[in-house]
């Protein structure tokens, strides 16, 4: 079993920045992707950004290209989401999610942190 606690959420004014982290413990060996969803209130929940944990790949959805950055520090089996020109639209619970590379489902979850901006 894999444990993900992710942390940093809060309340920031539009155009300001946040960094969330996703601390893994437990079984990390058998992850090798994690990645951060959202979930707005009414809305679905959707992929923010990806990272391969060895090779440092990286993927992002449209709507936080250009904004969010996606890092890892395999030392300390942490995943971190830099958000900034924040938007009120990126108003949402924040997940961290891991799994292994070829496997379709994202098995393992947090239990989101949130981040709400004003406008």
């Known amino acids: 079993q894999v444990q993900l606690v992710e942390s940093g959420g809060g309340l920031v004014q539009a155009g300001g920045s946040l960094r969330l982290s996703c601390a893994a413990s437990?079984?990390?060996?058998?992850?090798?992707?994690m990645a951060w969803f959202r979930q707005a209130p009414g809305k679905e929940r959707e992929f923010v950004s990806y990272?391969?944990?060895?090779?440092?790949?990286?993927y992002y959805a449209d709507s936080v290209k250009g904004r969010f950055t996606i890092s890892r520090d395999n030392a300390k089996n942490t995943v971190y989401l830099q958000m900034n020109s924040l938007k009120p639209e990126d108003t949402a619970v924040y997940y961290c999610?891991?799994?292994?590379?070829?496997?379709?489902?994202?098995?393992?979850w947090g239990q989101g942190t949130q981040v709400t901006v004003s406008s």
């Open positions: 437990g079984r990390t060996s058998s992850i090798n992707v």
């Open positions: 990272i391969i944990l060895r090779g440092g790949s990286t």
């Open positions: 999610a891991a799994k292994r590379l070829l496997v379709k489902e994202y098995g393992y």
